[in-house]
């Protein structure tokens, strides 16, 4: 029976995407994870019954949430919405609203997960990159082990794929510039009842050289070039994979950890000046390589390029060893 009302309540979504199509770009579809949220917590079921037009009412909804994180989530979505014609709305929440949001809270990171993953498949290669394959974060997540009592970083966080199940860490803090992404990330991390402090900021102009870190973790987006400001603040850097890489390292605890999903190019390009080369040879010399994963093309949602995990380690149990696999 709860698998026979999972697929009804997956179909109902889907046809929450079939009035979209047409009316909005696939690149706002994400609005149907805000709603999807909203239901859950029951605070849909009064627009309906409500005198007013239906979308003032519900961004009426929006604008009273008390709650800051929130605030600023909405805030990211309401153009969307304000785009959006009185009848689609009016449809969109009646087909909501014929979710029992019970049922709906219950079974909420299975959905929402679901949800984004169509998201991700209607717009194509071009727009994947925020999210991972939901088995290459199982299979991080296995490498590393337990977080618990762990302090966390994620950089160029995306939409948290990588921290959203760390609930038994002692902190997590993580960064994503993107602010869709960013919205998109903190509703999941909220379902998942994290502890996450998750910013809408720049993780290389921002990088906090403060603090300390028991586990960094992270998959940047493959090629992206340091210009500008960031140029001018890390002119040793060409692109993201270089700066984590060359950064990171001292931002670990004595015993801390960097896992880095990095397209395979990271093993062998020089740069300019042999400036990735360097990079290369310190990270050699200093013995901070613990292991590098392989792993084909066409696992990623936005390249076929082939890529690999990179590990390094403060607390390597064996010196002068790297682990290719």
Same mark, same amino acid.
């Given at each position: 029976?709860?698998?026979?009302?999972?697929? &009804?309540?997956?179909?109902?979504?889907? &046809?929450l995407? %079939?009035?979209?199509?047409?009316?909005?770009?696939?690149a706002?579809?994400?609005?149907? *994870?805000?709603?999807? =949220? *909203?239901?859950?917590?029951? *605070?849909l079921?009064?627009?309906l019954r409500? /005198?007013?037009? @239906?979308?003032?009412?519900?961004?009426?909804?929006?604008?009273?949430?008390?709650?800051?994180?929130?605030s600023?989530?909405? +805030?990211? $979505?309401?153009?969307?919405?304000?785009?959006?014609?009185?009848q689609?709305?009016?449809?969109?929440?009646?087909i909501?609203?014929?979710?029992?949001?019970?049922l709906?809270?219950? !079974?909420? #990171?299975?959905?929402?997960? /679901?949800s984004l993953?169509?998201? #991700?498949?209607?717009?194509?290669? &071009?727009?994947?990159? $925020?999210i991972q394959? =939901?088995?290459?974060?199982?299979f991080?997540?296995?490498?590393?082990?337990?977080t618990?009592?762990?302090?966390i970083f994620?950089?160029?966080?995306g939409?948290a794929?990588?921290?959203k199940?760390c609930?038994?860490?002692?902190?997590?803090?993580?960064?994503?510039?993107?602010?869709?992404?960013?919205?998109?990330?903190? *509703?999941?991390?909220?379902? =998942?009842e994290?502890n996450a !402090?998750y910013?809408?900021?720049?993780?290389i102009?921002?990088?906090?050289? =403060?603090?300390k870190f028991?586990?960094?973790v992270?998959s940047?987006?493959f090629?992206?070039?340091?210009?500008?400001? !960031?140029?001018?603040?890390y002119?040793? $850097?060409?692109n993201?994979?270089d $700066?984590?890489l060359g950064?990171s390292?001292?931002?670990?605890?004595?015993?801390?950890? #960097?896992?880095?999903?990095l397209p395979?190019?990271?093993?062998?390009r020089e740069?300019?000046?042999?400036r &990735?080369?360097r990079? %290369?040879?310190?990270?050699?010399?200093?013995d901070?390589? /613990?292991?590098?994963?392989?792993?084909?093309?066409?696992?990623? @949602?936005?390249t !076929?390029?082939?890529? #690999?995990?990179?590990i390094?380690? +403060?607390?390597? +149990?064996h010196?002068?060893?790297?682990?290719i696999?």
């Open positions: 029976m709860l698998k026979d009302n999972m697929e &009804e309540i997956k179909n109902k979504i889907w &046809e995407f %079939r009035l979209l199509r047409g009316e909005i770009n696939t706002d579809y994400s609005i149907v *994870l805000l709603l999807i =949220n *909203l239901q859950s917590n029951n *605070l079921a009064e627009i409500s /005198d007013t037009k @239906h979308k003032e009412s519900l961004i009426k909804v929006l604008d009273n949430t008390n709650n800051s994180t929130l600023e989530v909405f +805030k990211v $979505f309401l153009p969307t919405i304000k785009s959006l014609g009185e689609t709305i009016s449809q969109i929440l009646e909501l609203n014929s979710i029992d949001p019970n709906l809270q219950k !079974n909420i #990171v299975e959905i929402y997960d /679901d993953d169509r998201i #991700v498949l209607s717009q194509g290669r &071009e727009s994947g990159g $925020f394959p =939901n088995q290459l974060t199982e991080i997540n296995s490498y590393i082990g337990s618990k009592d762990k302090k994620n950089p160029f966080s939409a794929s990588l921290i199940d609930n038994e860490s002692k902190s997590i803090y993580a960064q994503e510039i993107n602010p869709k992404t960013w919205a998109i990330g903190q *509703l999941r991390l909220i379902i =998942n994290s !402090n910013k809408c900021d720049d993780s102009m921002n990088w906090p050289t =403060n603090m028991d586990l960094i992270s940047p987006p090629g992206l070039r340091l210009n500008g400001a !960031n140029r001018d603040k002119p040793e $850097f060409r993201a994979e $700066f984590l950064i390292v001292n931002s670990l605890s004595e015993k801390g950890q #960097v896992v880095a999903v395979t190019g990271i093993l062998f740069g300019r000046e042999g &990735e080369r990079i %290369r040879e310190d990270l050699i010399q200093n901070l390589i /613990d292991a590098i994963i392989s792993f084909p093309g066409g696992l990623l @949602h936005n !076929n390029i082939p890529f #690999v995990i990179v390094l380690n +403060k607390a390597k +149990k010196s002068n060893i790297i682990k696999v």
